[in-house]
């Protein structure tokens, strides 16, 4: 069982910065994927930022050159630095965690989430 926890959001003002943090229950980052989602009222869950157990990243057209993923494996944490924050980044935003184990399973953990408002 992996455990995720996360902090960081909170309000900002358009053009702003926020760096979210993501604590993981254990060093799993070898095993797992680990992604950032958000999810804005409304609207469906959307994969904003990853990074493969092999350091891999991908980001989503919208965040590309603003959002930058990270990990700290002393820390078991991975984190999400937004720049240049804009109003339609507002919406919870999640940290996953993801293993494929087989064509017929993967495990896939989530945190509890955490606002972040852009706003002036």
């Known amino acids: 069982q992996v455990q995720l926890v996360e902090s960081g959001g909170g309000l900002v003002q358009p053009g702003g910065s926020l760096r979210l943090s993501c604590v993981a229950s254990?060093?799993?980052?070898?095993?797992?994927?680990m992604n950032w989602y958000r999810q804005a009222p409304g609207k469906q869950r959307e994969l904003v930022a990853g990074?493969?157990?092999?350091?891999?990243?991908n980001y989503a057209d919208s965040v590309k050159g603003r959002f930058t993923i990270s990990t700290d494996n002393a820390k078991n944490t991975v984190y999400l630095q937004m720049k240049s924050l804009k109003p339609e980044d507002t919406a919870v935003y999640y940290c996953n965690a993801y293993r494929y184990v087989s064509v017929w399973s993967s495990e896939a953990y989530w945190g509890q989430g955490t606002q972040v408002t852009v706003s002036s």
């Open positions: 990074v493969t157990s092999g350091g891999t990243t």
């Open positions: 254990g060093s799993i980052f070898s095993r797992y994927a």
